[in-house]
Nanobody, 123 residues
Framework: EVQFAESGGGLVQTGGSLRLSCAAS????????IGWLRQAPGAEREGVSC????????YYDDAVKGRFTISRDNTNNTVYLQMNSLKPEDTAVYYC????????????????WGQGTQVTVSS
């Protein structure tokens, strides 16, 4: 059974930082690219970042480039998203998701999804 354990969300003030974690199980983690996507109330789901399975190449949406950093620990089947300089517009539910293949920042391409963790940035 595929499972994700997402953690690290919460309430933070503008300019603050959070570190999201996503521990995965039930599929060959090393063979999957892992992404973080988010959805704000009333908005479309959008890709935030992705890290490939093979060479650890990273991709970011322009809205978070320079502020967020994605990384993965294949030994512990965990992916992290370090979020710095947070803004109110970063408020959303953040999901980690797995994709067998190259990275994408479009949710339709992902095979497995976590339950999400809420991030709220106050102004």
């Amino acid at each position: 059974e595929v499972q994700f354990a997402e953690s690290g969300g919460g309430l933070v003030q503008t300019g603050g930082s959070l570190r999201l974690s996503c521990a995965a199980s039930g599929f060959p983690f090393d063979d999957y690219s892992i992404g973080w996507l988010r959805q704000a109330p009333g908005a479309e789901r959008e890709g935030v970042s992705c890290i490939t399975s093979t060479d650890g190449r990273t991709y970011y949406d322009d809205a978070v480039k320079g502020r967020f950093t994605i990384s993965r620990d294949n030994t512990n089947n965990t992916v992290y998203l370090q979020m710095n300089s947070l803004k109110p517009e970063d408020t959303a539910v953040y999901y980690c998701a797995a994709l067998r293949g190259l990275c994408a920042l479009v949710g339709d391409f992902f095979d497995y999804w976590g339950q999400g963790t809420q991030v709220t940035v106050s102004s």
